[in-house]
């Protein structure tokens, strides 16, 4: 049976951290390709400034261009409407409809998966690939998987990869006040958002949105 695995992610840029944990699934599930989905209208960041998908598009196909398991899927950027994983899942379904689907993601979002729109539907299509990050204390990210495993009867698998401390919201604040993202993204991907001058001047106005989101949910 084939075996694909989902990198969904804003990608605002992609960064190693997305690529090292999509390689090291394919390596550890044995996937026969990863599909690396960059969200059209993200429902978690609607406050936050979110680069034009073109650009995001763009970076993540130059920073898997020398992969040949790593393909691009323009799903979410080709609609609209706000992008639910569960949706997305049914129509990668449609296209796969006899592979085992691999959702991958950072323990982040692990942490968030209850609260993600018909968690049930999700699992309906794919088992969860879930990468430990820095972040995290590594008890309660394998207490989690524990937790999800009881409740949505065992879908969900830990990943065994490096742990890169990287972010794109790092990235974003880097590039703001000027410092390196040397070795952060690759080469190509860093000339590109040199080339068309992204994420200059537009850290302080996502930190502004998050304090908005936050004051909003009467958070912080
Ligand atoms: P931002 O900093 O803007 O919130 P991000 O770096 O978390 O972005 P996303 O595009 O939102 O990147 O992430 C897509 C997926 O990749 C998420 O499941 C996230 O948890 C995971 N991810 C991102 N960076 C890492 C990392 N360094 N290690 C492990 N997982 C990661």
Redesign the pocket.
């Known amino acids: 049976m084939e075996k694909i695995g989902i ?6 840029p ?2 190693y ?2 690529l ?2 999509a390689e090291n699934a394919r390596e550890q599930f044995g996937l026969d390709k990863v599909l690396f989905i960059p ?1 059209g209208n993200p429902p978690h ?1 609607q406050r936050q400034h979110v680069t034009e998908a073109i650009h995001r598009c763009r970076m993540v196909s130059l920073a898997i261009e020398d992969n040949e398991a790593f393909a691009m899927d323009e799903t979410e950027v080709e609609s609209s409407d706000t992008s639910y994983t569960y949706l997305t899942l049914k129509k990668i379904r449609d296209r796969y409809r006899e592979a085992h689907l691999y959702f ?6 692990l942490f968030d998966f209850e609260s993600w729109k018909e968690p049930e539907a999700i699992l309906e299509h794919c088992s969860i690939l879930a ?4 972040h995290e204390h590594q008890e309660s990210f394998f207490q989690q998987i524990g937790y999800l495993n009881c409740k949505y009867q065992e879908h969900f698998f830990p990943l065994n ?1 490096p ?8 990235i ?1 604040n880097r590039l703001q006040y000027g410092r390196t993202v040397r070795y952060l993204v690759p080469r190509n991907v860093e000339l590109y958002i040199r080339k068309h001058h992204l994420y200059e001047g537009e850290a302080m106005e996502d930190e502004k949105g998050r304090d908005r989101e936050k004051a909003e949910k009467g958070i912080g």
């Open positions: 990198m969904g992610g804003t990608f605002d992609i960064h951290g997305h090292m944990i969200t960041k991958i993601l950072g323990a982040d979002s990468a430990y990050r820095k990869t742990n890169l401390e990287v972010s794109s919201q790092d974003r």
